[in-house]
C-alpha cells in the first residue's frame, strides 16, 4: 500500500509564501517522476510542476519565476515553494509520483495525494 501526504497548504496574503510538502510512504523500490498539480473550483485539474529523479524539472508558464520544485530521494519527498503568490493560485494543490515497486522499469504506477488546500487572499 502507497499513500501520498501533502502538507502546508493554507491562506496566504498575496505576495506571501508558502512552502507545500509531498511524503510518500509505503513498500517503494524508487519513484521516478514527482509532481504537483492543482483544481481550483469549477475548473479542470492543470499541472503545476514536475521533476524527474535525476532533478530535471518543468513548470506551467503561469508559475515560472515564482514556485520552485524540489526533491529529496532519500526521504521520498517532494517540494513546491511557491512565492509571489496571487489570487488565481488558489486552488487544492495535488502531489503525484510515478512509483516503481521493482527493478523493473517497465512497470510504474502513479498515486496521488489527497490535496491540500492554497488559498491567497487579494
Known amino acids: 500500500q502507497v499513500h501520498l501526504v501533502e502538507f502546508g497548504g493554507g491562506l496566504v496574503q498575496t505576495g506571501g509564501s508558502l512552502r507545500l510538502s509531498c511524503v510518500a510512504s509505503?513498500?517503494?523500490?524508487?519513484?521516478?517522476?514527482m509532481g504537483w498539480y492543482r483544481q481550483a473550483p469549477g475548473k479542470q485539474r492543470e499541472l503545476v510542476a514536475t521533476?524527474?529523479?535525476?532533478?530535471?524539472?518543468n513548470y506551467a508558464d503561469s508559475v515560472k519565476g515564482r514556485f520552485n520544485i524540489s526533491r529529496d530521494n532519500a526521504k521520498k519527498t517532494v517540494y513546491l515553494q511557491m512565492n509571489s503568490l496571487k489570487p488565481e493560485d488558489t486552488a487544492v494543490y495535488y502531489c503525484?509520483?510515478?512509483?516503481?515497486?521493482?527493478?523493473?522499469?517497465?512497470?510504474?504506477?502513479?498515486?496521488w495525494g489527497q490535496g491540500t488546500q492554497v488559498t491567497v487572499s487579494s
Open positions: 509505503g513498500s517503494i523500490f524508487s519513484i521516478n517522476a
Open positions: 521533476i524527474t529523479s535525476g532533478g530535471s524539472t
Open positions: 503525484n509520483g510515478h512509483i516503481l515497486f521493482t527493478s523493473d522499469y517497465r512497470y510504474e504506477y502513479v498515486y
